[in-house]
C-alpha cells in the first residue's frame, strides 16, 4: 500500500506563483509514475503532469507546458508541482496519485493511489 498526502494549496492572484508537495508512504517503490490531475466544480478529473520513478521523465498536459515543472525527491519520498503565472481557470483541487505499471500516465483511471487533494484557487 502507499498512502499520499498532498501540501501547498492556497488562494493566489493571478500571475502567481505556488509550489504543490505530494509525501508518499508505505511501499513507494512500487509506483513506476507519479502524477498531478486536478477537478474543478463541475468538471471532470484533467491529467496535469507526471514523472516516472527516477525523474528522469516528466510529461505534461499541453495547458500547463511552460508555466507548471514537475520533479521529485527520492530521498524525500516526496513530488512536487511547481506552478507559475497561475490564472483564475487553474483554480480545481489539485490530486496527487501513484500508478504501478508504467505507461498511459495521463489517464486517471491507470492509477492505483489517491491523495485527498488540495485546493488552489486563482483571484482575478
Known amino acids: 500500500q502507499v498512502q499520499l498526502v498532498e501540501s501547498g494549496g492556497g488562494l493566489v492572484q493571478a500571475g502567481g506563483s505556488l509550489r504543490l508537495s505530494c509525501a508518499a508512504s508505505g511501499v513507494t517503490y512500487i509506483t513506476t509514475f507519479t502524477g498531478w490531475f486536478r477537478q474543478a466544480p463541475g468538471k471532470e478529473r484533467d491529467f496535469v503532469a507526471a514523472?516516472?520513478?527516477?525523474?528522469?521523465?516528466?510529461y505534461y498536459a499541453a495547458f500547463v507546458k511552460g508555466r507548471f515543472t514537475i520533479s521529485r525527491d527520492n530521498a524525500k519520498n516526496t513530488v512536487y508541482l511547481q506552478m507559475n503565472s497561475l490564472r483564475p481557470e487553474d483554480t480545481a483541487v489539485y490530486y496527487c496519485?501513484?500508478?504501478?505499471?508504467?505507461?498511459?500516465?495521463?489517464?486517471?483511471?491507470?492509477?492505483?493511489?489517491w491523495g485527498q487533494g488540495t485546493q488552489v484557487t486563482v483571484s482575478s
Open positions: 514523472v516516472n520513478w527516477s525523474g528522469g521523465s516528466t
Open positions: 496519485a501513484g500508478k504501478i505499471l508504467t505507461g498511459n500516465y495521463s489517464y486517471s483511471g491507470s492509477y492505483d493511489y
